[in-house]
């Protein structure tokens, strides 16, 4: 199950809506930046610049396209496109009460000189594992109106809009949109019809959504309120200057009033890490070691899999075979990546250095990357370590790294010994031996 907040951008220079969507699955184009994050997830905090005018896509491939290696990129910055700021701060904030229960920010500001619209469609879907063969239970998203006033997904006396989430094994979690935005239903599942002109599986595709704020289409997406995606539409006008702020909750709970200590909650849990960051020492600002943390992520990739093909999907092609010799390498953890947009696989070379200030925020994670690689779903039996996703075979330098300060302790000093770190960059304080010793 995945909640983000999408971003797309209008093609058409005569459009005068802006559709905003942010999300943290995908990094979409706009100047974004990461402002804070707790170590241990409780709070995060990021910024979107959005601009308002339509998107230069093609001015960027076409100057790009004609600059030579020697000059520097044509950035979007270059285009002009945030002349007279006319652009939206979107300030995107999480706090958690607990591990199952996420209070969801979202606060746009316009700081341009005219009134400009905005849309913005934080959005709920499953992921599509039921169209793969191995496990065809699919799982549901339905408008809930608690107290029956006869309008989908209204919760009246909480300002809210409702959507139930039924997984067969992560149990049963609920939406609460605040205010009384317009819920878009579809199946997550690919326009065929669009793509290869084949028939679709399902009456309602997961662009019917685009279609529908987008290009105004009708017929697009669910009138009885259910699917495996949803989107909540709020269709903002916002003078200069002014702030919208937008209240989501994710929660395994399912609250009457989802927003009652939302404000205390934010404020509790952004002094945590300010009081956090605080303890460390200040060559770094939040910001940076806040672009690190954000940098996570949940990296899914069986090799044996891979190669052999999904059951319900055609055979892969026979020139398929790269990693053939990795058969046996399964991820299924939160890594650090190099980054989460351009380089959303782990590098092993990568990770080793990124232990180095992640040692100085969260030093249980990086012990915890380090050994990552040596275990039996990584490690080739050759005593080979994973190199990078497109070919693990390739040569990296040696790189467990020497980490100074990551061996405090006797237990540390194990640690080390465990994973072959140098013992010059341990404390020799005490001699190497077992946990028990």
Known sequence: MVFSLFKVCLLDEAERDQILRISFTFKQPGEDGLLGISDNQNFLKA?????????????????????????????????????DNRYFD??????????????????????????????????????????????NRRPVLTAIDLYETGQAGQASSANARLVRATHHDLGDYWLACVGTPALLFTENETNAERLWGVQNRTEFVKDGINDTVVSDAEGKVNPRNVGTKVAAHYDLVIAPGETRT??????????QMPFANATELFASREQEADEFYNTLSMDKTEDERAGLLWSKQFYNFDVDKALHGDPAGPPPPPERGRNRSWRHLNSGEIISMPDTWEYPWFAAWDLAFHCVPLALVDLDFAKQQLLLLLHEHYMHPNGALPAYEWNFSDVNPPCTPRLPGLCTSRRSLWWAQATGISWSTCSTNSCLTSPGG
Do not use: M
């Not at 601009?51 to 285009?79: H, K, M, W």
């Not at 937008?246 to 609250?255: D, K, P």
């Open 90 to 135: 979107v300030f995107i904030e999480y706090a958690k009460a607990d591990p199952t229960d996420l209070l969801i920010r979202i606060s746009a500001i316009n700081r341009g000189p005219e009134t400009a619209p905005l849309h913005l469609l934080p959005t709920l879907w499953f992921r599509n594992t039921w169209a793969w063969g191995y496990d």
């Open 246 to 255: 937008v209240l989501l909750r994710l929660s395994a709970n399912a609250y």
């Open 47 to 83: 910024l979107y610049k959005y601009p308002q005018c339509a998107f230069p896509y093609n001015e960027l491939v076409a100057t790009n396209g004609r600059r030579s290696r020697l000059e520097p990129e044509y950035e979007l910055i270059d285009t002009g496109i945030f002349a």
